[in-house]
């Protein structure tokens, strides 16, 4: 039935909950802002309990005690190994095929899977992320809290028989609760979903993800008794920070400059060490313990270099202690009341240890550890805002705000360069500040930052392990319209089918006759092999007196794709821009050999001019 909200029962009994909504009159968006609300309540306290062990493993080498500094630098340089073993077993415990992280493989459940997403893989990003990061693995809590909340809310969809845009709802429902949480933040979440998960600012969408953040936030304050959020205290002359000036606009565009360099490189460096670590002759669920080698030495390198330094190198773990460090004047302060040549030497080594952040995220995600990229792209812009204040004091600006401002807007500047998504850059540093006055530099850096990154590199740290399977993704209308639709909802083409054996002439007839320019072929037992289209026609006819020696086999294409019955309408059209036909055959999801019929390029449009038109 076209306008239902159930799939067809076929003569099956309704579920009970399907029989409640029906006979208590809830429309679909109503019924949703109640899920949405509970969703927000769940996931505040799974938040609470995925963050919490993970801070008490991070603080741990603190309670080891001073007193055996050696112990303390062996157990700390040993544990990313230990959690990169445990990470291995979780991963041969519960296997996935998808090879991304965790906020890509959301994006590839949203636009590929119709959100559905198996309990199994928030189960293995859970226990997999908490060995990785609580074990000092370079990567954040933010990505696996995202799918966490994306397997609930697309789970809980499916129980409850939503449509596909329902299941979608929920699914960025969780996602957006599960950030407000971590991070205090409901704006940050929301837009987080909006712009990067769904890609839908539509207002049946926004409606119920605004009621699950805001739920979850309000719910974690509740259960924790405060609003710190992972930083910690925010420093308070960020909340009352000097006025934004028009003289320091010109700053802040360079800021914006400065920071695309690293979010670009970072972007690209990420998937080439996946790259790398997939040639290793071991079996995939070891390569973790290669990386976590790799970071280990690493760190021993920086401790025997730095021999006074912490027991923990800041790029180590989610990097929050050494975020919230660079956000503090005090760290600039002896620096900027030295020289110039000491303030531009505190500037490379700020900048050198971002530069040592993305290679230990690299390491740590890119050999298939588990874990978020949130976390080390604030260490990063953190980094890259302090290196670039020092620099300008250094340079002789000494009006110039403070770096530890900078260290702020550069981190909502790398966090929308990476993820090209600068609402969520901005929200996010701003919800941290709860400062009115940092706003205007935030916009104006993020935007900034975000252009440019696009320019030099057209995907995002996500989306960036989509394209390499093949997978790019739309404007957000478009992708919005074209993934809610399978090519099962089409009027399909009835197929023209023709045998291997039959001859060219007998095409010919055929399209005379019924005035049609491309069929499917089969073999002796039904099963498709190839197409034959009206190019392939045309060739034959301009060389006629060829046609009574050739047969179909010799005419056919047997290298064009063909498209199931579950694909959605992107799917589709993605398979018709590479090829220049007009239409393609539709298989049977669970029969591959069994075509149901023809989709043309011109059904698709026409279905997507008329969606176009319905949500206008």
């Known amino acids: 039935m076209q306008g239902h909200r159930y799939p067809a029962t076929m003569g099956r009994p ?46 741990l080498p603190e309670h ?39 906020v890509s493989r959301v994006l590839y459940a949203v636009n590929r899977q119709q959100s559905s997403i198996p309990l199994r893989i928030g189960l293995r990003q859970w226990l997999a992320s908490t060995c990785t990061i609580g074990s000092g693995g370079s990567a954040g809590p933010e990505g696996p809290i995202v799918t966490i909340g994306a397997t609930m809310g697309s789970n809980l969809a499916r129980w409850l028989g939503g ?60 259960l924790l008794g405060g609003q710190e959020p992972l930083f910690g205290q925010i420093p308070e002359f960020l909340r009352h920070g000097d006025a934004f000036t028009l003289g320091q606009t010109p700053l802040f565009i360079a800021l914006g400059l400065f920071c695309a360099l690293p979010a670009v490189g970072f972007i690209r460096l990420l998937p080439r060490a996946e790259h790398a670590f997939s040639r290793l002759p071991l079996p995939r669920n070891l390569r973790p313990t290669v990386g976590a080698f790799m970071l280990c030495g690493l760190g021993a390198a920086y401790l025997w270099l730095r021999p006074g330094a912490h027991a923990m190198p800041p790029f180590f773990g989610a990097g929050y202690a050494a975020t919230r460090e660079l956000m503090t004047p005090d760290f600039y302060a ?53 290196a670039f204040g020092l620099g300008l004091h250094a340079a002789g600006f000494a009006s110039a705000p403070s770096p530890a401002a900078f260290a702020l807007v550069g981190m909502a500047a790398m966090i929308a360069a990476t993820t090209h998504a600068p609402l969520t850059g901005v ?26 990154t696009r320019l030099l590199h057209r995907d995002s740290i996500y989306t960036a392990e989509l394209s ?51 069929f499917l072929v089969g073999d002796a037992e039904g099963h498709y092999r190839g197409m034959v289209t009206r190019h392939q026609l045309h060739d034959a006819l301009v060389n006629r007196e060829a046609i009574p020696l050739l047969t179909v086999e010799e005419l056919m294409r047997d290298d064009l794709p063909v498209v199931r019955q579950g694909d959605t309408l992107d799917a589709a059209l993605d398979r018709f821009s590479r090829h220049d036909v007009e239409s393609l055959p539709v298989i049977h999801d669970q029969d591959p050999g069994r075509v149901v019929g023809l989709v043309s390029r011109a059904q698709l449009l026409r279905r997507y001019q008329q969606e176009l038109e319905r949500e206008s």
């Open 14 to 59: 309704i579920p009970l909950q399907a029989r409640l909504r029906i006979r208590l009159g809830l429309d679909r968006e109503w019924w949703l802002l109640a899920v949405a609300g509970g969703v927000g309540v769940l996931m505040a306290a799974v938040a609470i309990a995925f963050i919490t062990p993970i801070r008490w493993l991070e603080r």
């Open 64 to 102: 080891l005690g001073p007193d055996h500094p050696t112990a303390t630098t062996v157990a700390v340089l040993a544990g990313p190994i230990l959690g990169a073993l445990l990470t291995g077993l979780v991963f041969t415990l519960l296997p996935s095929a998808f090879r991304g992280h965790g």
């Open 163 to 222: 449509d596909a845009a329902g299941t979608a709802t929920l699914l960025g429902c969780g996602c957006a609760a599960g950030l407000a949480a971590v991070f205090n933040a409901p704006l940050a979440g929301i837009f987080f979903t909006l712009e990067v998960i769904l890609r839908d600012f539509s207002l049946r969408t926004f409606t119920p993800i605004v009621v699950a953040g805001v739920v979850s936030a309000a719910t974690a304050q509740t």
């Open 334 to 386: 002896t620096a900027l009341q030295a020289t110039p040549w000491v303030m531009g030497g505190l500037a490379l080594a700020v900048l050198g240890a971002g530069l040592l952040k993305a290679l230990a995220t690299c390491l740590t995600l890119g050999s298939g550890g588990a874990g978020g990229l949130f976390a080390p792209s604030l260490l990063l812009g953190a980094m890259t805002g302090g």
């Open 427 to 452: 929200l996010l540093v701003y919800e941290l500040t709860s400062s009115y006055s940092v706003i205007l530099p935030l916009m104006l850096t993020a935007v900034i930052a975000t252009m440019v």
């Open 468 to 518: 390499a399977l093949g997978i790019r993704l739309g404007s957000m209308s478009d992708l919005t319209v074209l993934r809610r639709i399978r090519v099962s909802d089409l009027e399909l083409d009835a197929p023209r089918l023709v045998r291997l054996d039959d001859p060219a002439s007998h095409l010919v007839d055929r399209m005379q006759d019924e005035g049609a320019h491309e």
